[in-house]
């Protein structure tokens, strides 16, 4: 079963706008989170991490939010581009127990519309 | 560094026959990750290795996939015999165990099973 979900397969906004991506976990061990974004015919790249110790982590026009009594994270992307026009995979992983494989949801699909 | 490569790009074969994918990780990086990506189940997870000792192979689906590291700097995984179910694109990624849990991965194998 998926241990982290991404329910909304595809969003569309406007350039300028904000994108705000979802993903939900079920693994309450989960404690390091990540976003990774994957253009077509490449593997996907490293955007943004969050530890489970902060409810916010900021990079530039990318934002991502925890919410651990939800079991909640989203990616806040402000003012949104037409670059930023990818597949979002979220990801999690149980550093503490010092596992480090990586278990990612199934994308969202942005498109930004110029 | 070229970052993670990985051989070939794409694969067509007939079903039956024997599929070597080739992954060459980052230098320097100690953990080495073998996803299968899916419209329905986004990227899995099927087997990693940590100081080339596979750590969790529960990923694999059948015993029809086998992955080896004989050394730090090469990796394969094996189908044998392929089936058209296991058409995919298949990633490798590599990390620094012990530190920053973020992979960094290859370009994929786009791999067609007639």
């Known amino acids: 079963d998926q241990q982290v979900k991404q329910n909304s397969p595809s969003l569309s906004v406007q350039e300028g706008r904000i994108s705000i991506l979802n993903c939900d976990y079920t693994?309450?061990?989960?404690?390091?989170f990540l976003w990774y974004k994957k253009y077509p015919a490449e593997g996907p790249t490293f955007l943004i991490s969050?530890?489970?110790?902060?409810d916010k982590n900021e990079d530039g026009r990318f934002t991502v939010f925890l919410n651990k009594s939800a079991k909640h994270l989203s990616l806040h992307i402000v003012p949104s581009q037409p670059g930023d026009s990818a597949v979002y995979f979220c990801?999690?992983?149980?550093?503490?127990?010092?596992?480090?494989?990586?278990?990612f949801g199934t994308g969202t699909r942005l498109t930004v519309i110029p | 560094d070229a970052g993670v490569i990985q051989s070939p790009r794409h694969e067509v074969t007939e079903m039956g026959q024997e599929v070597t994918l080739r992954c060459k990780p980052i230098?320097?990086?100690?953990?080495l990750f073998w996803y299968r990506q899916t419209m329905m189940r986004g990227l899995e997870l099927l087997i990693y290795?940590?100081?080339?000792?596979?750590?969790?192979d529960s990923g694999m689906p059948e015993d029809r996939f086998s992955a080896k590291m004989p050394n730090a700097s090469f990796s394969t995984l094996k189908i044998q015999p392929s089936e058209p179910r296991d058409s995919a694109v298949y990633f490798c990624?590599?990390?620094?165990?012990?530190?920053?849990?973020?992979?960094?991965f290859g370009q994929g194998t786009r791999l067609t099973v007639v």
């Open positions: 990624a590599s990390s620094l165990f012990g530190g920053n849990t973020e992979a960094f």
């Open positions: 693994n309450s061990m989960f404690d390091y």
């Open positions: 969050i530890s489970s110790i902060k």
């Open positions: 990801a999690a992983s149980e550093r503490r127990t010092g596992a480090n494989n990586l278990f």
């Open positions: 230098s320097g990086h100690n953990s």
């Open positions: 290795f940590n100081n080339n000792v596979p750590i969790d």
